[in-house]
């Protein structure tokens, strides 16, 4: 599986818009870029995933660039409860998900 | 929405003891998945179960590690002598068409 690369840590301001980056410059045409956050030693919570094309749902939106070597997860009104660390994955269906250290997210009042 | 079920929350044992955890997939989900994470960690792959055999495993997954499905609702996960060093959260996971992975909220297995 691809690597990706996050940055460690990030806060933000509740109420506004997080937007977490992630680098996957070696993903092949069959991997999808999954997003999952883990509040406090929870189990991973699915936000979503894509393979070319932008996606929106009701927790987030993912933008990836044309030649897939980036995305940006948007949290598009950070609340207090969206503390986290945040996880970018890519992935090849039917392959495991492989974490890294992830971006732990603050949302400071 | 439906979960996946994990018990117990907690498992305490003694180092050299058996112990199973135990995990409910999502009832139409066909892909299975076992992972840890050891306090202040990153979250580990240990296996993967699909039509009754394990389609992958990690080297953490060695012989002291077994996973059975013994009917249609239950997937184990088995330490046959545990060690100080598998003390962690243990989490399972399902999916369905092996898109999204769905996680249970995990067993903490203390080893003593």
């Known amino acids: 599986d691809a690597k990706t690369t996050q940055p460690p840590s990030m806060d933000c301001a509740e109420g506004r818009a997080a937007n977490l980056p992630c680098n996957h410059s070696?993903?092949?045409?069959?991997?999808?870029v999954y997003w999952y956050r883990q509040i406090h030693s929870q189990g991973p919570q699915y936000i979503i995933h894509?393979?070319?094309n932008n996606e929106t749902n009701e927790m987030a939106s993912l933008i990836i660039t044309e030649d897939r070597k980036s995305s940006t997860l948007i949290l598009p009104h950070a609340t207090l409860r969206d503390t986290a660390v945040y996880y970018c994955i890519v992935r090849a269906p039917p392959g495991k998900l492989q974490f890294g250290a992830g971006t732990q997210v603050v949302v400071t009042p | 929405e439906p979960e996946v079920t994990q018990t117990p929350s907690h498992q305490v044992t003694q180092m050299g003891q058996e112990v199973i955890l135990r995990c409910v997939p999502i009832?139409?989900?066909?892909?299975f998945y076992w992972y840890r994470q050891i306090l202040g960690q990153k979250v580990e792959f240990l296996v993967s179960?699909?039509?009754?055999?394990?389609?992958?495993k990690s080297e953490i997954f060695d012989d002291q590690f077994s996973v059975e499905r013994p009917d249609g609702s239950n997937f184990t996960l088995k330490i046959r002598s545990t060690k100080l060093e598998d003390s962690a959260m243990y989490f399972c996971?399902?999916?369905?068409?092996?898109?999204?992975?769905?996680f249970g909220s995990g067993t903490q297995l203390s080893v003593l």
């Open positions: 894509g393979l070319k």
């Open positions: 996971a399902s999916t369905d068409l092996n898109e999204k992975l769905f």
């Open positions: 009832s139409n989900h066909l892909y």
């Open positions: 179960f699909y039509n009754n055999e394990i389609s992958e």
């Open positions: 070696t993903i092949s045409g069959n991997e999808y």
